[in-house]
């Protein structure tokens, strides 16, 4: 029996989703809804177990020749544990990772994967759970694919994955207001100001030939990550405070940002450059108060910025927000509201939730989280109650072990060996070769232990 699910949203997760769910199940096929076609410059980190587990082809464009050598080839430990320092760490550029993936998606799978170019539209359905307007999507989809999904109709539709959501904006379902008094309502965490660029001289894993310490970063209120694919994409992340630090001339500027800054650099907009050109009165002189500082701290920490009108600045805010639950029983409607059927819908990404930027793992949670949406799938195929069952059980512990915890929980051994370790081979004292499956978080214990007295100080710190 074919089974099709519809995914809404082509960012990391959405494709990684739909990855996993073709390789696990052979006779499932996945429509994937994006409306935008825009290029996204940003840079994070995603989980080391799912580099581990990029086809081939992604991979080494992702990463070049002497980066896959740093990052994928065994280690020894004591360079890896208790966590991998910058020189391990796989950052990859958002934009090139859906890039690169989407092509292969649609090389690898012909006839099992379509993407539609349309947004899928929430409607306040009559049920508590919201609906969706299934039928304007699924006449797109035949519209664009007329030959494989002409006859598609919604019945035949089996799940949707809804990673449409977080910071785009798409509602799918309003918070009730349980959920806004039990603080699960987005939370604003403080602002954000992004610098993207393209540098031929910074290589990921060795940059400017200077190992660079994350947590000496931190202390300067700076974030930096660079990615080695062919776009060569780095990203500095400016914020105002840090748990590793005092505040700083940088840090200490945050609080004097004009609120017409804000809307004027906010992303998608018209982007500013380091220039600051095209900024007036007090946004102008704010941003160059700001330059000022974080040129400052760049010098210090010796990172060399290209021509400073290459360097798009732009503003975000961070927040903590989560769905208490990420399975929904959701009805679909037609254009009118009428309810003519229901499906499963599970929420993943940024849509089931996301932490601020100190506790770090957003994207990461989200791309874990599909890869275990799919091995539940592929187990219960035809039994959508039990997937349900089960992925609100994995995300009901998320839940309860990631999100409103401070933000040194990125310190947690469990933590680190989720999104840092699993899927690593490092080489022992004696040259074998040990790997960290998924159940081998007290293997990586019982070896930090072992090797302790020899790591000095760990670079340990909350990345995003
Ligand atoms: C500057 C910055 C740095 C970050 N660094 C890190 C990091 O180091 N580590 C980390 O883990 N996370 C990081 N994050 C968070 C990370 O980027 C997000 O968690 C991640 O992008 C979420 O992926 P996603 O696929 O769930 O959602 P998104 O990336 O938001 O993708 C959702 C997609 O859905 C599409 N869409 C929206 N609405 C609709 C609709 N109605 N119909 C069809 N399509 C729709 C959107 O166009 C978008 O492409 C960072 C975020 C920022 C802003």
Not at 104 to 117: A, I, M, N, S, Y
Not at 336 to 348: A, H, K, R, Y
Not at 405 to 415: Q, V
């Amino acid at each position: 029996m074919q089974i099709s699910y519809l995914v809404a949203g082509g960012g990391p997760v959405g494709l990684w989703a739909s990855f996993k769910i073709l390789s696990t199940q052979p006779n499932a096929r996945i429509i994937l809804f994006e409306h935008r076609d825009t290029f996204r410059p940003q840079t994070l980190i995603p989980p080391f177990q799912v580099i581990a587990d990029l086809p081939l082809e992604v991979r080494d464009q992702m990463y070049n020749e002497k980066a896959r050598k740093s990052l994928l080839e065994p280690q020894p430990a004591q360079l890896i544990l208790p966590s991998p320092n910058y020189r391990q760490t796989p950052w990859f550029c958002t934009g090139a990772f859906q890039e690169f993936m989407s092509k292969h998606l649609q090389k690898e799978f012909v006839g099992r994967f379509f993407t539609v170019k349309a947004k899928i539209e929430g409607c306040a359905g009559p049920t508590s759970q919201g609906g969706c307007h299934i039928s304007a999507a699924i006449q797109a989809a035949a519209q664009e694919h007329p030959v494989a999904l002409g006859s598609l109709e919604a019945s035949e539709v089996t799940a949707m994955i809804c990673t449409a959501g977080g910071a785009s904006g798409f509602k799918y379902r309003t918070a009730p207001a349980s959920e806004e008094a039990a603080g699960r309502a987005y939370t604003p965490q403080g602002d954000g100001v992004y610098l993207t660029f393209r540098h031929e001289e910074h290589e990921s894993y060795v940059r400017n030939n200077h190992d660079m310490d994350g947590a000496l970063f931190d202390k300067h209120g700076i974030h930096y990550l660079a990615s080695n694919n062919r776009y060569n994409n780095a990203q500095i992340y400016t914020y105002p405070k840090s748990p590793l630090g005092p505040s700083t001339a940088l840090t200490k500027i945050f609080e004097e940002m004009p609120d017409t800054f804000r809307e004027r650099a906010r992303f998608g907009g018209t982007p500013i450059s380091l220039t600051g050109d095209g900024l007036y009165g007090e946004d102008a002189e704010w941003f160059a108060k700001y330059r000022e500082a974080l040129l400052r701290e760049l010098d210090i920490l010796q990172v060399p910025l290209p021509d400073h009108s290459a360097v798009s600045v732009f503003y975000a805010q961070r927040s903590e927000w989560y769905w208490a639950e990420a399975v929904a029983e959701a009805a679909i409607c037609d254009r009118e509201g009428n309810i003519f059927s229901s499906m499963p819908v599970f929420f993943l990404g940024d849509s089931a939730g996301c932490t601020d930027y100190w506790k770090g793992q957003s994207g990461g949670r989200g791309l874990i989280a599909a890869s275990n949406l799919a091995e539940i799938l592929a187990a219960n195929p035809e039994d959508t109650g039990t997937a349900r069952a089960q992925f609100s059980a994995y995300w009901h512990e998320i839940v309860d072990s990631e999100f409103n915890k401070p933000a040194e929980i990125n310190l947690e051994p469990a933590i680190i060996f989720k999104y840092k370790i699993q899927g690593r081979e490092v080489l022992d004292d004696d040259g074998k070769v040990v790997k960290f499956g998924p159940g081998d978080f007290e293997k990586y214990q019982a070896m930090v232990d072992a090797i302790s007295e020899n790591i000095g100080t760990a670079e340990h710190k909350p990345e995003e």
